[in-house]
């Protein structure tokens, strides 16, 4: 058994989480929802297993470092860390019907990880700027944030298709989900927890910056964008603490501030050069 496998079912069962959620909510079939907990969780223990596996045979090969040091590496953890807060944030409310939001994009990452990362996907020798201790603290603290806006990004797309349904029955799969304002509330929380957690990573990225760069920030793309990205968030809970902006106005800023952590992960390897490069 090799961490490759056990990383490759754990995309099918992400991709199985999905549909039973889904099914669950457009056929109203509650018993559904529970099954797609279960299979949340089986997938969560079997990558916990194969992050932890692929961990100990980068020491098996001589390399020995953290499963974080890359494109291919980086995805797995981020679907990690979605399912993660979603099955606390279940836990501790017991609503089960956003199911499909996490478990839809675990799978997205995954399936992108497992096809479109090419070399990434095997071990390989940390080069000298990812030699640090600092590693881990920062990109774990970074893809909680990422994954807990990812998860507010779906949430705002149903808050902006649930706004206008009724609590009744008759009006289809939406009437099934939380009602506007729960979505609201749920997605603010979202918001807090990544917005937390991406201003440690900042941090600790700032340190390790200066431990390996000399200088605790240096304009890099990765760095400005991820400070763009955290101001548009900052900007976000001021708003809505400051001036009561609530509903629309937060779900569009929400995906507005997604699509700068995308750039930030994706567009910045991609199109832009810099200190950050080898993240590719």
């Known amino acids: 058994m090799t961490s490759s496998l056990l990383l490759s079912i754990t995309t099918f069962i992400y991709l199985l989480c999905t549909v039973l959620y889904v099914a669950a909510v457009v056929f109203r079939y509650r018993p559904l929802l ?13 990558q916990t297993a194969g992050i932890i596996l692929r961990w100990k045979e980068s020491y098996d090969m001589g390399y020995g470092h953290a499963p974080l040091s890359n494109m291919y590496e980086s995805l797995v953890f981020g679907a990690w860390s979605i399912i993660a807060i979603y099955l606390v944030f279940e836990w501790r409310s017991r609503q089960r019907a956003l199911g499909f939001v996490p478990a839809g994009m675990a799978f997205i990452a995954m399936a992108y990880a497992s096809f479109a990362t090419g070399m990434d996907a095997k071990i390989q020798p940390l080069v000298p700027a990812l030699k640090s201790n600092w590693l881990i603290a920062h990109v774990i603290t970074c893809f909680l944030g990422y994954a807990a806006f990812a998860v507010s990004f779906g949430l705002s797309m149903l808050y902006l298709l649930r706004k206008d349904v009724k609590d009744n029955p008759g009006h289809g799969a939406l009437a099934f989900l939380p009602n506007a304002r729960q979505l609201d509330s749920i997605n603010y929380q979202m918001i807090v927890f990544g917005f937390l957690w991406l201003s440690v990573g900042i941090i600790t990225g700032s340190v390790w910056a200066n431990s390996a760069w000399g200088t605790y920030w240096s304009w890099d793309p990765k760095e400005t964008w991820s400070l763009i990205t955290w101001f548009i968030y900052a900007a976000l809970l001021h708003a809505r603490t400051m001036k009561g902006w609530q509903g629309p106005r937060v779900a569009w800023l929400s995906m507005i501030g997604f699509a700068c952590v995308l750039f ?5 390897n991609y199109l832009l050069s810099g200190l950050h490069s080898y993240g590719r």
């Not at 797609?36 to 079997?46: C, D, E, N």
């Not at 930030?264 to 910045?268: I, S």
């Open 264 to 268: 930030t992960y994706f567009g910045v």
């Open 34 to 46: 529970f099954a797609g907990t279960m299979t949340a969780l089986g997938g969560f223990i079997i």
